[in-house]
């Protein structure tokens, strides 16, 4: 009972849970709404009715956190009861409890595929409503546990040897088995813990602005992926409001985001090649997928393959994802033109220009989808340098990066774009092979997806992180590939995001950059004779060295996210997205 | 004493609609619902059914007008008629309820017709014996 007492219940009554569990009943037969209402205030719940779904679903948009769970009837006049136990998972995250006179199997079967966590048939008993609180404290037990739970992880980290961590840290939401055992551990050590940080978990999320989300990923560059914990990170970001639980659950699906990005990397370079005709097609998805990672259920991609570069895919993941759901804005810059990905190169010096033309190439083959995507703003001046820069490429690998990036007003070279690069990386989901990501898509966290509907300029790059041992591994071009997309697309994203980018920090965004472009390089250049780009594609010898100069893991990658950044995670989430599968509900943990 | 002798009978009406099978459960249960902050919960939701089911009934009696006979929505709109009846108990009402369901699914137009008329007596029936029982019991 204390965990119930302390169960953190913003309602009124929060010693008296269940009692004043906020109840929203949907039914347009009036007969029933006036029998459960008074059923439930029997239960000592505070009852809302409603006739109409619509009137419900507004009623729940402007009191997003009025209510703790929703009861409706499945058959309604103004809308189906199944789409709006949809919009409320979605938009609300609430529990949803279906009713009907009708028990068929088929349509209990829908039911809970919709997500309801109950079907009560008709007429239903006062003891059945009486329950209907469990559904509500196991969706915030499950909550507070995966933060109990990762926190969890993180002292016993302290505590054990550095193999036993990494191992724990690997475990991504999305995984059940391992991390299920662990849970079961950790929550039995940190049961009083548990408690006493229930209570502190409110109904109200946090909202992760990209303001915050930057210092978050700021203090997580500087301890390391590897070595951090939500309190380390707390600390470190100094935002005094701000619990070790909301860290810990936005560091677990940080991880899960980048753990995404690892994946679609691995997936993209599987496929050896940008699919063309699946890049725009994955763009939602890849938004899905950034947002998905907020949903750790839905993020069973995240492997332990990926877990492990986790560290350094960030950045290619992110470029996947970028590129996917950027090829929409960030294609914009060049889109015409399947050229250079330049920026990439400009970026980094050090790069040969052999693989500067890497960059391109891949670019450019990101170009031809992303022209297919969309919008990107044309206000970047380095966006039509990088048009240019395609052009050039054409002909050899000697990629005048600086062409394009001196043009970018932004940057003063690879460095401020490095910036930009590294920061819509995460929000890019780019998909460079677009292909199949379905199969693994590397949970990235929502955070960092950059909602479609900010499309470039909304994208954070949450620290992309050059998944540079993949690269090295031999990743498929197509990461580079992604990787250099995205770091176009980036680029061509909003001036702002690169103004942004530029003032939040050029250093980290240029060792980013380098990170990306080192990655992006070492993966084209491996596939380089693959004939990666039908048509376009120009083998360039990139000099492994110039890679090797590249700063893996440079934390400061994920550090500059601009923002608004940000926010553009919060939206989209009801893109529905296709391959990804995640539901969208994810995004409740960013929209908070 | 009149209050208890009114008692008596009420309560014996109240068994009579039990036992003849004009009321199930359900009803109980709204009784049991029934108390200070609600005291008249039981009549309050009956009368709330009496009204919607007449709109029901109707929309039912325009559908069966219909030529030819659309019997999905006909179904439909007599599955959304069983819900409420299950609300207040109306066992009978219920019972003609999914008889015409039955019909509607063989699509036995006639059936359905008849049933329907069977339908619309038990629904008076129970409307007129428990305004009855509830003025009997406004008098306890």
């Not at chain 1, 809302?48 to 769970?69: H, N």
């Not at chain 1, 040897?161 to 840290?169: A, C, L, M, W």
């Not at chain 1, 980048?258 to 763009?283: C, M, P, V, W």
């Not at chain 1, 004779?529 to 100069?549: K, W």
């Amino acid at each position: 009972m204390t965990i119930m007492e302390n169960s953190g219940f913003s309602s009124p009554r929060n010693d008296a849970f269940p009692a004043g569990l906020r109840v929203l009943v949907v039914d347009d037969d009036p007969t029933w709404l006036k029998i459960l209402e008074k059923m439930l205030k029997k239960c000592s719940y505070e009852v809302t009715t409603s006739g109409l779904a619509r009137d419900a679903l507004d009623m729940l948009r402007e009191r997003k956190d009025g209510f703790d769970i929703v009861i409706s009837d499945v058959n309604m006049p103004d809308m189906d009861g199944f789409k709006l136990l949809e919009h409320v998972g979605l938009e609300m995250d609430l529990p949803v409890i279906m009713m009907s006179v009708d028990g068929e199997t088929s349509r209990v079967m829908k039911g809970v595929q919709h997500g309801a966590c109950d079907y009560l048939l008709k007429p239903i008993r006062m003891k059945e409503l009486r329950n209907i609180w469990q559904h509500v404290f196991r969706k915030r037990i499950h909550e507070v546990r995966d933060i109990e739970f990762h926190e969890g992880i993180d002292e016993i980290h302290m505590m054990r040897n550095v193999s036993d961590q990494s191992e724990d840290k690997h475990i991504p939401s999305g995984t059940d088995s391992v991390s299920g055992k662990k849970r079961k551990d950790v929550d039995n050590k940190h049961d009083d813990r548990e408690c006493n940080d229930s209570s502190a978990v409110k109904k109200t999320r946090v909202v992760w602005t990209v303001d915050l989300h930057q210092k978050f990923v700021n203090a997580v560059n500087r301890i390391g992926l590897d070595k951090v914990g939500p309190k380390k990170i707390l600390d470190l970001m100094g935002v005094p409001w701000l619990t070790r639980e909301n860290v810990a659950s936005h560091l677990q699906k940080y991880r899960l985001y980048l753990g995404r990005l690892q994946k679609e990397k691995e997936l993209t370079a599987s496929f050896g090649g940008l699919k063309h005709s699946d890049i725009t097609s994955k763009e939602p998805n890849t938004n899905h997928c950034l947002q998905n990672l907020v949903n750790n259920q839905q993020c069973d991609r995240t492997s332990d393959s990926h877990s492990i570069h986790r560290n350094e895919t960030v950045i290619q993941n992110v470029d996947f994802k970028m590129y996917e759901g950027d090829m929409k804005c960030t294609v914009s810059m060049p889109m015409a033109e399947p050229k250079n990905a330049i920026n990439v190169d400009n970026s980094d010096p050090q790069k040969s220009s052999s693989t500067r033309t890497s960059l391109s190439h891949s670019f450019g083959k990101l170009d031809s989808e992303v022209k297919l995507a969309t919008t990107i703003p044309k206000q970047y001046s380095w966006n039509e340098e990088c048009s240019r820069a395609q052009m050039n490429r054409e002909c050899k690998p000697q990629f005048q990066p600086k062409s394009g990036i001196n043009s970018l007003p932004l940057t003063t070279l690879p460095q401020s774009i490095q910036l930009d690069c590294v920061q819509p990386g995460p929000s890019l989901s780019f998909r460079p092979s677009s292909i199949d990501h379905d199969k693994a898509k590397p949970e990235m966290k929502p955070a960092y997806v950059k909602s479609r509907s900010l499309g470039i300029e909304q994208m954070s790059p949450v620290g992309c992180k050059v998944d540079l041992s993949s690269v090295q591994t031999g990743s498929k071009l197509t990461n580079a590939e992604g990787f250099k997309f995205i770091s176009t697309a980036m680029w061509s994203m909003n001036n702002h995001s690169l103004d942004q980018v530029v003032e939040g920090g050029k250093e980290s965004a240029h060792r980013s950059l380098n990170l990306a472009c080192g990655s992006a390089l070492k993966s084209w250049d491996e596939n380089l004779h693959g004939g990666f780009f039908p048509g376009d594609f120009q083998p360039v010898n990139i000099d492994p060295r110039s890679i090797e100069s590249l700063n893996y893991n440079n934390p400061e990658l994920t550090a500059e996210v601009p923002n608004y950044l940000y926010d553009s995670l919060k939206f989209d989430f009801e893109y529905p997205f296709d391959s990804m599968e995640y539901p969208v509900m994810d995004q409740g943990l960013f929209i908070v | 004493m009149e209050g208890s002798q009114f008692q008596r009978q009420a309560a014996n009406m109240r068994k009579t609609l039990f036992d003849q099978g004009y009321l199930d459960e359900q009803f109980i249960q709204l009784e049991e619902l029934q108390d200070d902050a609600n005291p008249n919960f039981v009549e309050e939701v009956v009368k709330v059914f009496y009204r919607d089911s007449a709109r029901m009934i109707r929309n039912i009696e325009v559908a069966m007008a219909k030529t030819p006979i659309d019997f999905e929505k006909l179904d439909d709109v007599m599955h959304q008629f069983k819900g409420s009846c299950s609300g207040i108990g109306a066992k009978k009402v219920k019972g003609e309820c999914t008889q015409f369901q039955d019909y509607c699914k063989a699509e036995n137009a006639e059936g359905c017709t008849r049933t329907f008329q069977s339908l619309k007596q038990e629904h008076a029936i129970l409307k007129t014996k428990l305004e009855n029982y509830f003025q009997l019991t406004r008098q306890c």
